[in-house]
């Protein structure tokens, strides 16, 4: 039956560099392997400014984006390419809402974020996005077929 199919995607998930900084990144990896996600690419990765301003572009007006590329280039971040159905969407989930006070217990930011501003993951949003964020973040050699 093709009840309830849903389509197998990739997304861009990144363990931000307060997730590293604190230790999570085997936590984090640990809970995707359970999920039964399919890693695709993974590395450990300094973006450079320019790289940071052009994946938070959406944001580039906001007035916390100075603050937010500042941050997401303050130390290594681990980038992860996921492969599975639903993934965007169902790594949104397991992160749980950008603002950890609204975060729900057992969602990553839920459990361990502490701030808006330093929430540990990141998930693309959207079909497009991931696109996007994966061409930004892996070449096309670091990414298994
Ligand atoms: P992300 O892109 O990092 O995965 O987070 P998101 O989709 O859940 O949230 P988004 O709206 O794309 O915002 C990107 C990041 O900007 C920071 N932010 N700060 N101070 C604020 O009001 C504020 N709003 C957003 C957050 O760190 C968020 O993850
Ligand atoms: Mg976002």
Same mark, same amino acid.
Do not use: C
């Given at each position: 039956?093709?009840?309830? *199919?849903?389509?197998?995607?990739?997304?861009?998930?990144?363990?931000?560099?307060?997730?590293?900084?604190?230790? %999570?990144?085997?936590?984090?990896?640990?809970?995707?392997?359970?999920? /039964?996600?399919?890693?695709?690419? %993974?590395?450990?990765?300094?973006?450079?400014?320019?790289? =940071?301003?052009?994946?938070? $572009?959406?944001?580039?007006?906001?007035?916390?984006? $100075?603050?937010?590329? &500042?941050?997401?280039?303050?130390?290594?971040?681990?980038?992860? *390419? %996921?492969?599975?159905?639903?993934?965007?969407?169902?790594?949104?989930?397991?992160?749980?809402?950008?603002?950890?006070?609204?975060? *729900?217990?057992?969602?990553?930011? $839920? &459990?361990? *974020?502490?701030?808006? $501003?330093?929430?540990?993951?990141? /998930?693309? &949003?959207?079909?497009?996005? =991931?696109?996007?964020?994966?061409?930004?973040?892996? =070449?096309? /050699?670091?990414?298994?077929?």
């Amino acid at each position: 039956s093709t009840l309830g *199919a849903m389509p197998t995607e990739r997304t861009f998930a990144m363990i931000k560099p307060d997730g590293v900084r604190r230790g %999570l990144t085997a936590e984090i990896l640990r809970r995707i392997e359970l999920k /039964g996600y399919r890693t695709v690419g %993974l590395k450990l990765y300094q973006i450079p400014r320019e790289t =940071a301003e052009s994946h938070y $572009g959406e944001h580039s007006a906001k007035p916390f984006f $100075g603050e937010l590329v &500042d941050f997401i280039t303050s130390g290594p971040v681990v980038a992860i *390419a %996921l492969e599975g159905e639903n993934a965007i969407a169902g790594w949104r989930s397991m992160m749980g809402a950008t603002n950890p006070a609204n975060a *729900a217990p057992g969602t990553i930011r $839920g &459990d361990f *974020a502490t701030s808006v $501003g330093e929430n540990v993951t990141h /998930g693309s &949003d959207s079909p497009e996005s =991931a696109q996007r964020e994966l061409a930004l973040f892996f =070449a096309e /050699g670091e990414l298994l077929k």
